[in-house]
């Protein structure tokens, strides 16, 4: 009998009111399995930590005076608060370090650290989005520039 994406739960031999039986050890098994993570994707999560490193004595030195300066070095620190951007780094870089360690330098991920790595990347991005922001900004000024000049 084919019910689409309760396919194979259940066989001919079973009345259609009988909810099928879960094999709740197979189910574990399969949160248990590890697979590494591509090369690719280990350099970019290394490099992402590098940068929050970076990130954190770039703030505490710097930080107070981006808030300060202008609105536009305010972005650096998404709108003036150096301290969350220290605080995101901060947390995202231990939780790296740690989901790294604790994954044998990411090659032996498991479902659970994969959701790890991606909470911990998506608050390492956060801190470095105001950062980001302006190099991407500087970038479109300088292809404008170029193309204005070679035209």
Request: positive net charge; glycine residues 8%; aromatic residues 6%.
């Amino acid at each position: 009998m084919d019910i689409g994406l309760l396919r194979g739960r259940f066989t001919a031999h079973h009345d259609s009111s009988v909810l099928p039986v879960r094999n709740h050890a197979s189910e574990r098994s399969e949160l248990n399995v590890t697979k590494p993570l591509s090369a690719g994707t280990r350099r970019k999560l290394w490099g992402l930590l590098g940068l929050d490193i970076v990130t954190v004595p770039w703030m505490l030195t710097f930080g107070s005076w981006f808030d300060e300066t202008s609105k536009l070095s305010s972005v650096l620190t998404l709108g003036g608060h150096h301290r969350l951007v220290i605080a995101m780094a901060v947390v995202g870089s231990a939780m790296l370090a740690g989901l790294a360690v604790w994954t044998d330098w990411f090659a032996e991920t498991g479902i659970l650290h994969r959701a790890l790595i991606l909470v911990a990347t998506v608050m390492s991005l956060v801190a470095l989005a105001g950062a980001l922001s302006v190099i991407v900004l500087s970038a479109g000024i300088v292809l404008i520039l170029w193309l204005l000049i070679k035209h």
